[in-house]
T-cell receptor, first 114, second 110 residues
Framework: EAGVTQFPSHSVIEKGQTVTLRCDPISGHDNLYWYRRVMGKEIKFLLHFVKESKQDESGMPNNRFLAERTGGTYSTLKVQPAELEDSGVYFC????????????FGSGTRLTVV | RKEVEQDPGPFNVPEGATVAFNCTYSNSASQSFFWYRQDCRKEPKLLMSVYSSGNEDGRFTAQLNRASQYISLLIRDSKLSDSATYLCVVNAASNYQLIWGAGTKLIIKP
């Protein structure tokens, strides 16, 4: 079984540019989550999809962040325009249901804004 | 105050020793508790869930104390491969968010 795949693994962009991160969950997993870890801080929740619907987006930091999951399969997280404080590692996870023990994380996208 | 607090370490421990970590959480209504392990520049991976009665998985034992709102992880007969950052994770009581501690770094020395 393929795991959660994230692309790109690394991205370096200039302040003001746009970056789109992609997450392919495990096939059949309705639940998809985005988390991020900025330097020196804890991993923080961003949002939760159930299929194509946003179940909870309370962790999205501001309106420069836009997440989509059209068709309920893969998800994208767009940052536009990127700011220096957006640098960090963005993790995606998926699960068959909301049992946390069933989470599988992707290897993350390391975003550096310069 | 952070929602989940952990001693960042690092804990430098000789191979074969026993090491214990604690973690405290602030929301008394939290319902699910976990220990994750994260290797350098890798994704976090579930080590074990923590149950009220305490649970053991091989060399690892997890305990939950709801009254004092802390969770512990005990590693016996530590191996070099146990070197990692151990993350204490609690679910938010009212939704499906996971609340993460900053992690405790463990270094096992030969």
């Amino acid at each position: 079984e393929a795991g959660v795949t994230q692309f790109p693994s690394h991205s370096v962009i200039e302040k003001g540019q746009t970056v789109t991160l992609r997450c392919d969950p495990i096939s059949g997993h309705d639940n998809l989550y985005w988390y991020r870890r900025v330097m020196g801080k804890e991993i923080k929740f961003l949002l939760h999809f159930v299929k194509e619907s946003k179940q909870d987006e309370s962790g999205m930091p501001n309106n420069r962040f836009l997440a989509e999951r059209t068709g309920g399969t893969y998800s994208t997280l767009k940052v536009q325009p990127a700011e220096l404080e957006d640098s960090g590692v963005y993790f995606c996870a998926s699960s068959l249901d909301t049992e946390f023990g069933g989470y599988t994380f992707g290897s993350g996208t390391r975003l550096t804004v310069v | 105050r952070k929602e989940v607090e952990q001693d960042p370490g690092p804990f430098n421990v000789p191979e074969g020793a026993t090491v214990a970590f604690n973690c405290t959480y602030s929301n008394s209504a939290s319902q699910s508790f976990f220990w994750y392990r994260q290797d350098c520049r890798k994704e976090p991976k579930l080590l074990m869930s923590v149950y009220s009665s305490g649970n053991e998985d091989g060399r690892f034992t997890a305990q939950l104390n709801r009254a004092s709102q802390y969770i512990s992880l005990l590693i016996r007969d530590s191996k070099l491969s146990d070197s990692a950052t151990y993350l204490c994770v609690v679910n938010a009581a009212s939704n499906y968010q996971l609340i993460w501690g900053a992690g405790t770094k463990l270094i096992i020395k030969p």
